[in-house]
Protein backbone atom coordinates (compact mmCIF):
# COMPACT_ATOMS: atom_id res chain seq x y z
CA UNK A 1 0.00 0.00 0.00
CA UNK A 2 0.97 3.74 -0.26
CA UNK A 3 0.73 6.47 1.47
CA UNK A 4 1.45 10.31 1.54
CA UNK A 5 3.06 12.29 4.08
CA UNK A 6 3.29 16.23 3.62
CA UNK A 7 5.73 18.76 5.71
CA UNK A 8 6.34 22.18 5.62
CA UNK A 9 9.98 22.56 4.13
CA UNK A 10 12.11 25.65 4.68
CA UNK A 11 15.48 26.01 2.17
CA UNK A 12 18.06 27.96 2.35
CA UNK A 13 18.75 31.08 0.03
CA UNK A 14 21.49 28.35 -2.02
CA UNK A 15 18.29 25.81 -2.14
CA UNK A 16 15.88 28.30 -3.24
CA UNK A 17 17.48 28.99 -6.23
CA UNK A 18 18.31 25.76 -7.38
CA UNK A 19 15.14 24.89 -6.92
CA UNK A 20 13.80 27.74 -8.58
CA UNK A 21 15.86 26.52 -11.39
CA UNK A 22 14.64 22.81 -11.21
CA UNK A 23 10.72 24.03 -11.42
CA UNK A 24 12.16 25.67 -14.62
CA UNK A 25 13.79 23.24 -15.95
CA UNK A 26 11.08 20.55 -15.70
CA UNK A 27 8.57 23.25 -16.79
CA UNK A 28 10.81 23.83 -19.85
CA UNK A 29 10.92 20.01 -20.71
CA UNK A 30 7.86 19.39 -20.75
CA UNK A 31 6.64 22.16 -22.72
CA UNK A 32 9.33 21.25 -25.34
CA UNK A 33 8.69 17.52 -25.37
CA UNK A 34 5.17 18.32 -25.44
CA UNK A 35 6.05 20.54 -28.42
CA UNK A 36 7.93 18.10 -30.14
CA UNK A 37 5.34 15.62 -29.67
CA UNK A 38 2.88 17.70 -31.46
CA UNK A 39 4.90 18.21 -34.29
CA UNK A 40 5.86 14.90 -35.14
CA UNK A 41 2.64 13.69 -34.72
CA UNK A 42 1.50 16.44 -37.57
CA UNK A 43 3.86 15.26 -39.47
CA UNK A 44 4.12 11.72 -39.33
CA UNK A 45 0.14 10.56 -37.70
CA UNK A 46 2.62 8.48 -34.83
CA UNK A 47 3.84 10.01 -31.07
CA UNK A 48 6.89 10.96 -30.75
CA UNK A 49 8.96 8.61 -28.34
CA UNK A 50 10.94 11.08 -26.65
CA UNK A 51 13.71 11.09 -23.48
CA UNK A 52 14.95 14.72 -21.89
CA UNK A 53 18.96 13.53 -22.67
CA UNK A 54 18.02 14.03 -25.83
CA UNK A 55 17.64 17.83 -24.90
CA UNK A 56 20.58 18.01 -22.98
CA UNK A 57 23.59 18.73 -25.29
CA UNK A 58 21.16 21.79 -27.00
CA UNK A 59 19.94 22.51 -23.68
CA UNK A 60 23.44 22.25 -21.44
CA UNK A 61 21.98 23.94 -18.69
CA UNK A 62 19.55 20.90 -18.08
CA UNK A 63 22.51 19.34 -17.34
CA UNK A 64 22.40 21.46 -13.84
CA UNK A 65 19.49 19.65 -12.00
CA UNK A 66 18.12 16.30 -10.59
CA UNK A 67 18.13 14.31 -13.58
CA UNK A 68 15.33 11.97 -11.77
CA UNK A 69 13.05 15.38 -11.72
CA UNK A 70 12.89 15.18 -15.50
CA UNK A 71 12.72 11.75 -16.09
CA UNK A 72 9.78 12.00 -13.79
CA UNK A 73 8.32 14.74 -16.57
CA UNK A 74 8.68 12.28 -19.38
CA UNK A 75 6.30 9.85 -17.09
CA UNK A 76 3.99 12.36 -16.26
CA UNK A 77 3.73 13.55 -19.95
CA UNK A 78 3.68 9.83 -20.89
CA UNK A 79 0.70 9.63 -18.72
CA UNK A 80 -1.25 12.70 -20.08
CA UNK A 81 -0.88 11.71 -23.29
CA UNK A 82 -1.78 7.43 -22.79
CA UNK A 83 -5.18 8.88 -20.88
CA UNK A 84 -5.69 11.81 -23.69
CA UNK A 85 -5.48 8.94 -26.22
CA UNK A 86 -7.78 6.61 -23.70
CA UNK A 87 -10.13 9.50 -22.89
CA UNK A 88 -10.50 12.31 -25.23
CA UNK A 89 -12.77 13.81 -22.60
CA UNK A 90 -9.92 14.19 -19.83
CA UNK A 91 -8.64 16.96 -22.63
CA UNK A 92 -4.89 17.34 -24.58
CA UNK A 93 -1.89 17.86 -22.52
CA UNK A 94 -1.49 21.10 -21.81
CA UNK A 95 1.68 23.39 -21.84
CA UNK A 96 2.49 24.67 -18.73
CA UNK A 97 3.45 28.75 -17.99
CA UNK A 98 5.26 30.48 -15.16
CA UNK A 99 2.39 32.21 -14.09
CA UNK A 100 0.01 29.45 -14.09
CA UNK A 101 1.35 26.29 -13.56
CA UNK A 102 2.28 24.98 -10.30
CA UNK A 103 5.90 24.92 -8.96
CA UNK A 104 6.94 21.45 -8.44
CA UNK A 105 9.17 18.57 -9.04
CA UNK A 106 9.24 14.88 -8.36
CA UNK A 107 12.14 13.01 -7.30
CA UNK A 108 12.88 9.44 -6.60
CA UNK A 109 14.50 7.38 -3.69
CA UNK A 110 17.81 5.35 -4.53
CA UNK A 111 19.46 3.27 -2.06
CA UNK A 112 18.94 5.83 0.46
CA UNK A 113 19.36 8.82 -1.04
CA UNK A 114 16.03 10.19 0.08
CA UNK A 115 16.03 9.73 3.77
CA UNK A 116 14.82 11.88 7.29
CA UNK A 117 18.54 12.87 9.18
CA UNK A 118 17.27 14.23 12.36
CA UNK A 119 14.04 15.47 13.90
CA UNK A 120 14.86 18.97 11.64
CA UNK A 121 16.74 17.57 8.56
CA UNK A 122 15.66 15.37 5.21
CA UNK A 123 18.22 14.69 2.55
CA UNK A 124 17.48 15.25 -1.00
CA UNK A 125 19.34 14.46 -4.16
CA UNK A 126 21.53 17.64 -5.39
CA UNK A 127 19.54 19.46 -2.84
CA UNK A 128 21.64 18.24 -0.03
CA UNK A 129 20.17 18.41 3.73
CA UNK A 130 16.73 20.09 3.79
CA UNK A 131 15.28 21.99 6.97
CA UNK A 132 12.28 20.83 7.74
CA UNK A 133 9.21 20.20 9.40
CA UNK A 134 8.25 16.83 10.79
CA UNK A 135 5.33 16.91 12.72
CA UNK A 136 4.55 13.51 11.94
CA UNK A 137 7.27 10.52 11.75
CA UNK A 138 7.02 8.14 9.43
CA UNK A 139 6.71 4.76 10.42
CA UNK A 140 9.59 2.61 10.35
CA UNK A 141 7.94 -0.22 8.12
CA UNK A 142 7.10 2.50 5.37
CA UNK A 143 9.82 2.78 2.56
CA UNK A 144 10.17 6.11 1.00
CA UNK A 145 9.63 5.94 -2.75
CA UNK A 146 9.56 9.38 -3.84
CA UNK A 147 9.55 12.78 -3.18
CA UNK A 148 7.76 16.00 -4.60
CA UNK A 149 8.80 19.12 -3.30
CA UNK A 150 6.26 22.42 -4.61
CA UNK A 151 5.99 26.22 -3.93
CA UNK A 152 3.15 27.37 -3.46
CA UNK A 153 1.72 30.68 -4.34
CA UNK A 154 1.60 32.00 -0.69
CA UNK A 155 5.36 31.71 -1.06
CA UNK A 156 5.76 28.48 1.41
CA UNK A 157 7.35 25.49 0.42
CA UNK A 158 6.60 21.82 0.87
CA UNK A 159 7.80 18.27 0.62
CA UNK A 160 5.40 15.43 -0.20
CA UNK A 161 6.72 11.88 0.48
CA UNK A 162 4.99 9.02 -1.12
CA UNK A 163 5.76 5.99 1.22
CA UNK A 164 5.20 1.87 0.48
CA UNK A 165 4.24 -0.13 3.39
CA UNK A 166 3.48 -3.81 3.82
CA UNK A 167 -0.38 -4.62 4.92
CA UNK A 168 0.06 -6.45 7.44
CA UNK A 169 -3.75 -6.64 9.11
CA UNK A 170 -5.80 -8.91 8.82
CA UNK A 171 -9.14 -8.72 7.22
CA UNK A 172 -11.72 -8.55 10.15
CA UNK A 173 -15.21 -10.23 9.91
CA UNK A 174 -17.55 -7.22 8.23
CA UNK A 175 -20.49 -7.13 10.36
CA UNK A 176 -21.30 -3.91 11.06
CA UNK A 177 -21.91 -1.92 7.77
CA UNK A 178 -22.92 1.78 6.65
CA UNK A 179 -23.90 3.13 3.38
CA UNK A 180 -23.50 6.77 2.41
CA UNK A 181 -25.22 8.55 0.14
CA UNK A 182 -23.63 11.77 -1.57
CA UNK A 183 -24.90 14.86 -0.17
CA UNK A 184 -24.42 18.44 -2.30
CA UNK A 185 -24.85 19.96 1.38
CA UNK A 186 -23.77 17.79 4.37
CA UNK A 187 -21.05 15.28 2.23
CA UNK A 188 -22.91 12.45 2.78
CA UNK A 189 -26.14 11.42 4.75
CA UNK A 190 -25.66 7.81 6.04
CA UNK A 191 -28.15 4.79 6.09
CA UNK A 192 -28.34 5.45 10.16
CA UNK A 193 -29.71 8.95 9.32
CA UNK A 194 -26.48 10.77 10.15
CA UNK A 195 -25.38 13.76 7.96
CA UNK A 196 -21.80 14.14 7.30
CA UNK A 197 -22.55 18.07 8.79
CA UNK A 198 -20.61 19.79 5.64
CA UNK A 199 -18.82 23.58 7.27
CA UNK A 200 -19.24 25.24 4.25
CA UNK A 201 -15.91 26.98 4.59
CA UNK A 202 -15.53 27.72 1.37
CA UNK A 203 -18.53 29.86 1.06
CA UNK A 204 -17.93 31.78 4.55
CA UNK A 205 -14.40 32.57 3.21
CA UNK A 206 -16.12 33.38 -0.29
CA UNK A 207 -17.32 37.15 0.49
CA UNK A 208 -14.16 37.63 2.15
CA UNK A 209 -12.32 36.21 -0.90
CA UNK A 210 -14.25 38.23 -3.74
CA UNK A 211 -13.30 41.29 -1.58
CA UNK A 212 -9.60 40.44 -1.51
CA UNK A 213 -9.59 39.86 -5.42
CA UNK A 214 -11.48 42.79 -5.98
CA UNK A 215 -8.25 44.78 -4.85
CA UNK A 216 -6.19 42.46 -6.73
CA UNK A 217 -7.83 43.14 -9.72
CA UNK A 218 -7.30 47.09 -9.23
CA UNK A 219 -3.91 46.99 -8.30
CA UNK A 220 -1.54 47.43 -11.42
CA UNK A 221 -0.17 44.28 -12.67
CA UNK A 222 3.62 43.26 -11.22
CA UNK A 223 3.42 46.18 -9.01
CA UNK A 224 4.77 45.32 -5.28
CA UNK A 225 1.15 46.23 -4.09
CA UNK A 226 -0.46 43.83 -6.03
CA UNK A 227 2.40 40.93 -6.06
CA UNK A 228 1.26 41.29 -1.50
CA UNK A 229 -2.48 41.25 -2.41
CA UNK A 230 -1.98 38.03 -4.96
CA UNK A 231 0.05 36.33 -1.89
CA UNK A 232 -3.25 37.27 0.44
CA UNK A 233 -5.65 35.74 -1.87
CA UNK A 234 -3.60 32.07 -2.40
CA UNK A 235 -2.87 32.39 1.14
CA UNK A 236 -6.94 32.36 2.20
CA UNK A 237 -7.25 29.62 -0.88
CA UNK A 238 -4.83 27.10 1.01
CA UNK A 239 -6.40 28.40 4.41
CA UNK A 240 -10.06 26.82 3.09
CA UNK A 241 -8.10 23.67 1.47
CA UNK A 242 -6.10 23.11 4.90
CA UNK A 243 -9.80 23.26 7.06
CA UNK A 244 -11.22 20.94 4.46
CA UNK A 245 -8.76 18.44 4.70
CA UNK A 246 -8.88 18.67 8.58
CA UNK A 247 -12.22 17.94 8.50
CA UNK A 248 -12.32 15.15 6.03
CA UNK A 249 -9.71 13.87 7.79
CA UNK A 250 -11.87 13.52 11.34
CA UNK A 251 -15.19 12.96 9.45
CA UNK A 252 -13.14 9.67 7.96
CA UNK A 253 -11.45 8.67 10.85
CA UNK A 254 -15.03 8.70 12.91
CA UNK A 255 -16.31 6.54 10.39
CA UNK A 256 -13.58 3.83 10.04
CA UNK A 257 -13.92 3.24 13.53
CA UNK A 258 -17.75 3.01 13.92
CA UNK A 259 -17.99 0.67 11.06
CA UNK A 260 -16.24 -2.19 9.32
CA UNK A 261 -17.81 -1.74 5.94
CA UNK A 262 -18.55 1.59 4.15
CA UNK A 263 -20.78 1.52 0.89
CA UNK A 264 -20.48 4.53 -1.53
CA UNK A 265 -21.49 5.05 -5.10
CA UNK A 266 -18.95 5.14 -7.84
CA UNK A 267 -19.70 9.05 -8.64
CA UNK A 268 -18.70 10.96 -11.50
CA UNK A 269 -17.56 14.51 -9.78
CA UNK A 270 -16.07 16.22 -13.27
CA UNK A 271 -19.28 15.00 -15.15
CA UNK A 272 -21.86 15.83 -12.10
CA UNK A 273 -20.39 19.19 -11.60
CA UNK A 274 -20.97 19.98 -15.57
CA UNK A 275 -24.11 18.05 -16.45
CA UNK A 276 -26.12 19.03 -13.30
CA UNK A 277 -24.26 23.40 -12.96
CA UNK A 278 -23.47 22.58 -9.28
CA UNK A 279 -20.35 23.56 -10.18
CA UNK A 280 -18.73 24.89 -7.17
CA UNK A 281 -20.48 22.88 -4.36
CA UNK A 282 -19.55 19.37 -5.79
CA UNK A 283 -15.70 20.50 -6.57
CA UNK A 284 -15.54 22.45 -3.06
CA UNK A 285 -16.59 19.41 -0.69
CA UNK A 286 -14.23 17.29 -1.41
CA UNK A 287 -15.96 14.13 -2.23
CA UNK A 288 -13.16 12.29 -4.03
CA UNK A 289 -10.62 13.40 -1.53
CA UNK A 290 -12.92 11.89 1.31
CA UNK A 291 -13.36 8.49 -0.41
CA UNK A 292 -9.45 8.24 -0.84
CA UNK A 293 -9.21 8.57 2.71
CA UNK A 294 -11.95 6.30 3.94
CA UNK A 295 -10.29 3.50 1.52
CA UNK A 296 -6.67 3.66 3.28
CA UNK A 297 -8.37 4.23 6.77
CA UNK A 298 -10.83 0.92 6.70
CA UNK A 299 -7.63 -1.45 4.30
CA UNK A 300 -5.50 -0.35 7.64
CA UNK A 301 -7.68 -2.09 9.98
CA UNK A 302 -8.87 -4.79 7.67
CA UNK A 303 -11.88 -3.58 6.97
CA UNK A 304 -13.79 -2.91 3.30
CA UNK A 305 -14.90 0.55 1.23
CA UNK A 306 -17.62 -1.27 -1.36
CA UNK A 307 -18.31 0.72 -4.40
CA UNK A 308 -21.10 0.28 -6.44
CA UNK A 309 -22.33 1.17 -10.02
CA UNK A 310 -23.46 5.17 -9.97
CA UNK A 311 -26.23 3.51 -12.24
CA UNK A 312 -27.56 1.90 -9.19
CA UNK A 313 -30.76 3.51 -8.73
CA UNK A 314 -30.43 4.06 -5.17
CA UNK A 315 -33.25 7.14 -5.15
CA UNK A 316 -35.74 5.49 -6.85
CA UNK A 317 -36.43 2.40 -4.67
CA UNK A 318 -37.84 1.88 -1.40
CA UNK A 319 -35.48 1.11 0.91
CA UNK A 320 -38.31 -1.24 2.95
CA UNK A 321 -40.34 -2.92 0.08
CA UNK A 322 -37.91 -2.60 -2.63
CA UNK A 323 -40.77 -1.23 -4.95
CA UNK A 324 -39.30 1.34 -7.53
CA UNK A 325 -40.50 4.40 -8.44
CA UNK A 326 -40.63 5.81 -12.29
CA UNK A 327 -39.43 9.19 -11.45
CA UNK A 328 -38.27 11.14 -7.98
CA UNK A 329 -37.48 14.55 -8.62
CA UNK A 330 -34.58 16.63 -6.77
CA UNK A 331 -37.17 18.74 -5.50
CA UNK A 332 -38.56 15.84 -3.62
CA UNK A 333 -37.00 15.48 -0.09
CA UNK A 334 -39.24 12.74 1.49
CA UNK A 335 -39.53 9.08 0.16
CA UNK A 336 -43.07 8.02 0.12
CA UNK A 337 -43.68 4.67 -1.23
CA UNK A 338 -47.46 3.72 -2.82
CA UNK A 339 -46.69 0.15 -1.94
CA UNK A 340 -46.08 -0.37 1.17
CA UNK A 341 -46.85 3.21 2.87
CA UNK A 342 -43.47 4.09 4.53
CA UNK A 343 -42.53 7.58 4.35
CA UNK A 344 -38.44 8.41 4.51
CA UNK A 345 -36.18 11.15 4.25
CA UNK A 346 -35.14 10.60 0.50
CA UNK A 347 -31.00 10.04 1.35
CA UNK A 348 -31.88 8.42 4.43
CA UNK A 349 -34.13 5.88 1.70
CA UNK A 350 -31.14 6.31 -0.76
CA UNK A 351 -28.07 5.61 1.51
CA UNK A 352 -30.09 2.53 2.94
CA UNK A 353 -30.54 1.27 -0.10
CA UNK A 354 -26.79 1.70 -1.14
CA UNK A 355 -25.74 -0.06 2.50
CA UNK A 356 -28.31 -2.73 1.25
CA UNK A 357 -26.12 -3.38 -2.21
CA UNK A 358 -23.12 -3.25 -0.79
CA UNK A 359 -24.65 -5.90 2.27
CA UNK A 360 -25.38 -8.19 -0.60
CA UNK A 361 -22.34 -7.56 -2.18
CA UNK A 362 -20.03 -8.53 1.07
CA UNK A 363 -22.82 -11.87 1.61
CA UNK A 364 -24.55 -10.56 4.60
CA UNK A 365 -28.34 -10.27 5.03
CA UNK A 366 -30.56 -7.67 4.26
CA UNK A 367 -31.99 -4.75 6.87
CA UNK A 368 -35.21 -2.79 6.17
CA UNK A 369 -35.17 0.96 6.79
CA UNK A 370 -38.19 -0.31 9.27
CA UNK A 371 -36.39 -2.51 11.22
CA UNK A 372 -33.51 -0.56 11.60
CA UNK A 373 -34.54 2.72 12.39
CA UNK A 374 -37.60 2.07 14.10
CA UNK A 375 -35.71 -0.53 16.40
CA UNK A 376 -33.18 1.87 17.18
CA UNK A 377 -35.36 4.55 18.28
CA UNK A 378 -38.46 3.50 18.14
CA UNK A 379 -39.98 7.07 17.46
CA UNK A 380 -43.26 7.28 15.32
CA UNK A 381 -43.77 10.61 13.66
CA UNK A 382 -47.00 12.23 13.21
CA UNK A 383 -48.05 13.07 9.44
CA UNK A 384 -47.58 17.02 9.93
CA UNK A 385 -43.71 16.13 11.40
CA UNK A 386 -43.77 14.13 8.47
CA UNK A 387 -44.24 16.74 6.06
CA UNK A 388 -41.95 18.88 8.47
CA UNK A 389 -39.26 16.33 6.96
CA UNK A 390 -39.83 17.65 3.32
CA UNK A 391 -38.62 21.42 4.77
CA UNK A 392 -35.18 22.89 5.53
CA UNK A 393 -34.05 21.73 8.95
CA UNK A 394 -32.87 24.51 10.90
CA UNK A 395 -29.23 24.76 10.36
CA UNK A 396 -28.09 23.34 13.73
CA UNK A 397 -30.32 20.66 13.58
CA UNK A 398 -28.12 17.10 14.06
CA UNK A 399 -31.03 14.92 14.96
CA UNK A 400 -31.00 11.83 13.16
CA UNK A 401 -33.58 11.61 10.58
CA UNK A 402 -36.09 9.13 11.33
CA UNK A 403 -37.98 6.60 9.39
CA UNK A 404 -41.83 7.18 9.64
CA UNK A 405 -45.40 5.30 8.77
CA UNK A 406 -48.65 6.80 7.44
CA UNK A 407 -50.72 6.82 9.89
CA UNK A 408 -53.59 4.10 10.45
CA UNK A 409 -51.14 1.69 8.81
ZN1 LIG B 1 -42.15 0.37 -0.13
Redesign the pocket.
Known amino acids: MNKAYKYSVYPSKEQQVLLGKTFGCTRFIWNKMLGDKINFYGEFKKTLKNTPARYKTEFPWLKEVDSLALANVQLQLGTAYSNFFRDPKIGFPKFKSKRFSKNSYTTNNQNGSIRVLDSSRIKIPILGSLRIKLHRQIPDNHQIKSATISLESTGKYYIAILTEYENNTTPIVLANVVGLDFSMKELYVDSDGNEGNYPRFYRNAQKKLAKEQRILSKRNKGSGRSLKQKRRVAKLHAHVANQRKDYLHKQSTVITKQYDAVVIESLNMRSMSQTMNFGKSVMDNGWGMFVNMLDYKLKEQGKALVTIDKWFPSTKL?S??G?KKSEITLKERVYI?E??G?ILDRDLNAATNIKNVGRAMLGLDIETSTTKVLTKKNRRIDGDSARMLGRKRPSNAKLPLQAVRLSGE
Open positions: CNCCCHCI
